[in-house]
């Protein structure tokens, strides 16, 4: 004969970690668990002798009696969000699942402690608002940037007009003014074609098309041609295993004009500056793959900053802290990622996922 075994469910009202309740329909609290009194901090007799809505923060207290109205007609509450003061004044946000029992006139609920998921979205909320922020700066400074240099540029530009070259028979000075020219000349299709970027990146659409590296990287390299001969760098490039990728063309310039000037500008001194500059195809991924062989870093002291902006480690006055910055944040912004390896005189490798 089977024998029947009455389970208590006693224990797992005491014993929950969630906070169990049931309240009456005339407002009053009528059994709490030891998680709810604990958090809230109260005595039973407090919090049985109180309306409910004494212990909720005031700015939910109307809200709150709006949906305690619904479930006395018997609708149930779900997904319900407020806030409770503790004994010590602190703020708890509950999230709520609440049921009606109309002919015995109570409503059992069961809630969960959010706070600290609250606290959360509002640190994320905090960091989102800062980042608009200096994106909106950002975006003026290249405003500003942009309409105060192109007219010092078109003046150079007027200025190389106006040279007569058949009168200057030294080489040298010849050579210098072509690389000054194709400089300014440069300059302003690059600030020209940013402009446009700007203007198209308030509708967050970005071009995209097949490009090829190594058309790209010699357009980048003819730009700065002078800065390259001067520091005697040895550029090495192989894109034979992946010629062209799916990119933002002016993207994938800034890419490389900002890892070659920096690798310029950290050479370390009496050791003229090497670059390798390869594609290749791992594992399916695409891959750009740039080393250099100058300062480096300390990843252990700096590796989490290294793409942040305003970001400086070698103390040279030309640094501004922007460009592995923009490096990163064209390359994520179109799904890619970005990975740094380096040691302190032992020069850097970036290896760049596209997507």
Request: net charge negative; aromatic share 10%; proline share 3%.
């Amino acid at each position: 004969m089977e024998k029947t075994v009455e389970l208590s469910l006693e224990p797992f009202f005491e014993l929950s970690m969630d906070l169990l309740c049931i309240a009456g329909y005339d407002g009053y609290f009528k059994k709490v668990n030891p998680a709810f009194q604990k958090l809230l901090g109260y005595s039973e007799e407090v919090l049985f002798s109180r309306y409910i809505s004494e212990f909720i923060y005031e700015e939910d207290q109307t809200r709150t009696a709006g949906y305690r109205e619904n479930l006395k007609k018997e609708v149930p509450l779900i997904n319900f969000e407020n806030r409770f003061l503790t004994a010590s004044g602190d703020i708890v946000w509950l999230h709520w699942t609440s049921i009606p029992l109309p002919d015995e006139q109570l409503i059992y609920a069961i809630a969960k402690n959010i706070t600290y998921k609250k606290k959360l979205e509002e640190e994320r909320n905090g960091h989102m608002a800062q980042l608009e922020k200096i994106n909106k700066d950002l975006k003026q400074l290249n405003y500003t940037t942009a309409h105060d240099l192109r007219s010092p540029v078109n003046n150079l530009l007027s200025l190389f007009s106006f040279l007569d070259l058949s009168k200057i028979t030294d080489p040298e000075v010849l050579e210098t003014l072509n690389y000054m020219r194709m400089a300014t000349e440069g300059l302003h299709k690059s600030m020209d074609k940013y402009v446009d970027l700007l203007s198209t990146h308030e509708s967050l659409k970005i071009a995209l098309e097949e490009v090829e590296f190594e058309a790209t990287f010699k357009h980048v390299q003819q730009s700065i041609g002078s800065l390259l001969e001067s520091s005697m760098v040895k550029i090495n490039l192989d894109f034979s295993e992946l010629p062209t990728v799916v990119f933002n063309r002016s993207y994938l310039e800034s890419i490389f004009l900002n890892l070659l000037t920096n690798s310029i500008k950290y050479t370390k001194p009496e050791v003229h500056p090497v670059i390798h500059v390869a594609t290749v195809i791992v594992n399916g991924k695409k891959q750009l793959i740039y080393t250099d062989n100058g300062l480096g870093f300390d990843l252990d002291a700096v590796g989490d900053k290294i793409f942040g902006l305003n970001q400086k480690f070698h103390g040279n006055s030309d640094s501004k802290g922007v460009g592995l910055y923009l490096v990163y944040n064209h390359i994520t912004s179109l799904g890619g990622s970005i990975t740094v390896d380096s040691k302190i005189n032992e020069g850097t490798t970036f290896v760049i996922t596209f997507q």
